[in-house]
């Protein structure tokens, strides 16, 4: 299974503290995507990441990516209370015709 | 148009019941793909449409039924559901399946409760 695990399951900050999530996943992936969830809504897509690429930056988002390691980070800088929600990483396999995978997925509560 | 709707955002059915639900894209994508979503769980792939035929079935239950009328809609049709399907239902669509990069735009989802 393609399946990520990420980590922390759970993650409350302060306001304008930077947030950190982690996800490892298991086989090769072609690339690595992050959405964010609010409370029973749909997913919306932050950023992706390729397979060889190592960091991205989009905003207040840095992602990274570990291809030895299979993992990826998300940092949020600066948080905002209107960041609070479910972050989800999914990685789609590489060759041919993939689903995308998502991981188990991080609650973020962002305390004004 | 970068937006995918749902219809109806709520829903509650009998287990005798007979229902659909909808999704509508209008970007031109040629990819469509139902996701079953359980509290506090990551999305689970149900199916997916490319150019408008079925091409992934991940072993779902056959009280569930797919329909891709045309390239923008994309309905499940709900017969004989159990308590246990109750969950949010997604519906997403990206430009293609196999293009290298594609990153996968969801609508709000239907809640589904089943009595």
């Known amino acids: 299974s393609q399946q990520g695990e990420e980590d922390p399951q759970a993650l409350s900050i302060q306001e304008g503290e930077n947030a950190t999530m982690n996800c490892s996943y298991k086989t090769s992936i072609n690339n690595l995507q992050w959405y964010r969830q609010n409370s029973g809504r749909g997913l919306v897509h932050l950023i992706l990441?390729?397979?060889?690429?190592r960091e991205k930056h989009s905003g207040r988002l840095r992602v990274t990516l570990d291809t030895s390691k299979k993992s990826s980070s998300l940092l949020i800088t600066a948080s905002r209370a209107a960041d609070t929600a479910s972050y989800f990483c999914?990685?789609?396999?590489?060759?041919?015709?993939?689903?995308?995978?998502f991981g188990t997925g991080t609650k973020l509560q962002v305390i004004p | 148009d970068t937006e995918v709707t749902q219809t109806p955002k709520h829903l509650v059915m009998g287990m005798t019941n007979k229902k659909s639900l909808k999704c509508e894209q209008h970007?031109?994508?040629?990819?469509m793909y139902w996701y079953k979503q359980k509290a506090k769980k990551p999305p689970e792939l149900m199916f997916v449409y490319s150019y408008e035929k079925l091409s992934i079935n991940e072993s779902v239950p056959s009280r569930f039924s797919p329909e891709c009328p045309n390239s923008s809609l994309l309905n499940l049709h709900l017969h004989a559901l159990q308590p246990e399907d109750s969950a949010l239902y997604l519906c997403a669509s990206s430009q293609s399946v196999t293009r290298g990069v594609s990153e996968q735009f969801f609508g709000p989802g239907t809640r589904l409760t089943v009595l």
């Open positions: 970007m031109g994508h040629r990819a």
């Open positions: 999914a990685t789609r396999g590489s060759g041919g015709y993939q689903k995308v995978t």
């Open positions: 990441i390729r397979s060889n690429e």
